[in-house]
């Protein structure tokens, strides 16, 4: 079963870089499409990007396109988020997500497709 763990969260400069990891302990992850939400309080959870299972599939939110890269590495069990140019209104909790998917190639920016999240990790954007 897949038990995702976030990592990388921290406080950063506007402008600056992040990159955000995502664990599995359960070492299942090469088998589940992953994706990366955001929360701010008071907010809905926005979609931020997503890859498919086999990594070759790649889809992002419009305000994060040219911006954030997602990747996988399936030997290691995690999933990365780089975030560049970082923003203020990047500001929020990040959270891991995965969906239990057997098309190699399907993506999803639908927060209820997923069925196993991360706990979350804190990404503080200062001026």
């Known amino acids: 079963q897949v038990q995702l763990v976030e990592s990388g969260g921290g406080l950063v400069q506007a402008g600056g870089p992040l990159r955000l990891s995502c664990a599995d302990s359960?070492?299942?992850?090469?088998?589940?499409?992953t994706g990366w939400f955001r929360q701010v309080p008071g907010k809905e959870r926005d979609f931020v990007a997503a890859i498919s299972r086999s990594g070759r599939i790649k889809y992002y939110a419009d305000s994060v396109k040219d911006r954030f890269s997602i990747s996988r590495d399936n030997a290691k069990n995690t999933v990365y988020l780089q975030m560049n140019s970082l923003k203020l209104e990047d500001m929020a909790v990040y959270y891991c997500?995965?969906?239990?998917?057997?098309?190699?190639?399907?993506?999803?920016?639908?927060?209820?497709?997923?069925?196993?999240w991360g706990q979350g990790t804190q990404v503080t954007v200062s001026s």
């Open positions: 359960g070492r299942a992850l090469s088998r589940y499409a």
């Open positions: 997500a995965a969906r239990d998917t057997s098309n190699p190639g399907s993506v999803s920016d639908t927060s209820d497709s997923y069925g196993y």
